[in-house]
C-alpha cells in the first residue's frame, strides 16, 4: 500500500522559511515525478513544484521555493523561503508516472498525500 506522509507544516511570519518533507512507503520515489500542490480555503488545489529528471516551479514560488529528493530516504521535500501571506495553505505531496520533464497537472499524479497547513502571518 503506497503511503505519502507530509511534515514540517506551520506557522511563520512573513518573510520566514519552513522545510517541508514528504516520507513514501510502498514505492521508491525515484522511480516516481514527486509533485507538491497547494490549497488555498476557496480556492482550486494548484500546483508549486515537482521534480524528477529535472525540476520545476510555479511562476508565484520561482526564486523562493526549492524541491528536493533523498533517495535514500525515499523522501522529497519542499524548502520554502521569504514566505508570503499569499502562501498561506495546505500544501499536498503526490507521485506520479516517471517522466523526464514533470508535469504540473493534477491528472498526472497517482498517489496523494492527506497534506499539512502552512500558515504566514504578516
Known amino acids: 500500500q503506497v503511503q505519502l506522509v507530509e511534515s514540517g507544516g506551520g506557522q511563520v511570519q512573513a518573510g520566514g522559511s519552513l522545510r517541508l518533507s514528504c516520507a513514501a512507503s510502498?514505492?521508491?520515489?525515484?522511480?516516481?515525478?514527486m509533485g507538491w500542490f497547494r490549497r488555498t480555503s476557496g480556492k482550486e488545489r494548484e500546483f508549486v513544484a515537482a521534480i524528477s529528471a529535472a525540476s520545476s516551479y510555479a511562476d508565484s514560488v520561482k526564486g523562493r521555493f526549492t524541491i528536493s529528493r533523498d533517495n535514500a530516504q525515499n523522501t522529497v521535500h519542499l524548502h520554502m523561503e521569504s514566505l508570503k501571506p499569499e502562501d498561506t495553505a495546505v500544501y499536498y505531496c503526490?507521485?506520479?508516472?516517471?517522466?523526464?520533464?514533470?508535469?504540473?497537472?493534477?491528472?498526472?499524479?497517482?498517489?496523494w498525500g492527506q497534506g499539512t497547513q502552512v500558515t504566514v502571518s504578516s
Open positions: 510502498g514505492l521508491t520515489l525515484r522511480g516516481y515525478t
Open positions: 503526490a507521485a506520479g508516472a516517471y517522466r523526464s520533464s514533470p508535469l504540473p497537472w493534477e491528472r498526472s499524479y497517482l498517489y
